[in-house]
């Protein structure tokens, strides 16, 4: 197999067949792939191990992904020298994956570039531009807040501290729309007035099952708006207005956003009333409907019900 032309392909269950089992007789080359296949499926820390082994063999390629993604696996773990370490490596390769890894030493502001940090125990603040001293305490009050309830409900050890980069304006400092979770790195990049807690549920959610299967938007976005304790005032959606929802488990179906995280919130919200929390987990780590059928029965088409009538009928608010 020519591991390096299936990536590009973006052959990954191929590669891994290829692989399995004769782990011991691959070839640099071929563990160098297999490395970054890994790391673009989500494990990271096999990934940085195969990438390690390899690290100073010569390998017949251009190691600056590889690099980069060892720079972020440590990232993820929280070890920021060695992160900087691995992406200059990635950076001073001038090769195909030297770009991204400058920016990714912007975006976590590995150079040090910000207004004020504001370390604590569970979370370190990054305010990227100036800002008020007064919202600076704010922002800290509302997510320290957040953090406790959500925590309160999961009970998460998390690997390392969420870092949360704090921004006045609506882009990041690499002009992406802003705001958004990175939960395998635990990194949030918010707007100062955007978020209380959505987010940070995303991340902490994330690390309460060992593996998500079946990813489900509706929720996904349930779950990260039952802990937001921001309450939006412009919900707009048409009255007699109808819904599917398991049209909408993952497509949006051409709603903004604040109504379906609206929507989405009211189910998940009545899903943990009826059945508590721990089966709510069992549907985290499977996210499909027949598993949701299987775990609520009857009670999740009752509140699948509720929701589409409250839509219909005007009835649902913020
Ligand atoms: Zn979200």
Redesign the pocket.
Known sequence: MDIEKEYIKKKYEDILRYCKGKFNSLDAKEKYYLGIVLFELGFLNKSLELLLEIEKVYVDVDKSRGYAYMGLVYYSLGNYKKTKRYLKYSINLNGEYSIESKNWYKLYALDGEVYKVVKQPHITYYFIEKIDLKEVENFILKYKRAYDRIQSFFSVILQKKIDVYIYCGRRDVLGNNLSYANPFFSSIHVNKDEDAG??LA?IISHYAVTRINNKSKLI??GI?EYFNLINYKTLIYPIGLEINLFQLWNDMCGLNSVSYACIAKRFVSLLIDRKGKDIFIKLLQDQSTDNALNLYGECLLEAKDVVEREVIEGKLQY
């Open positions: 959505h987010e995303h996904q976005e990260a």
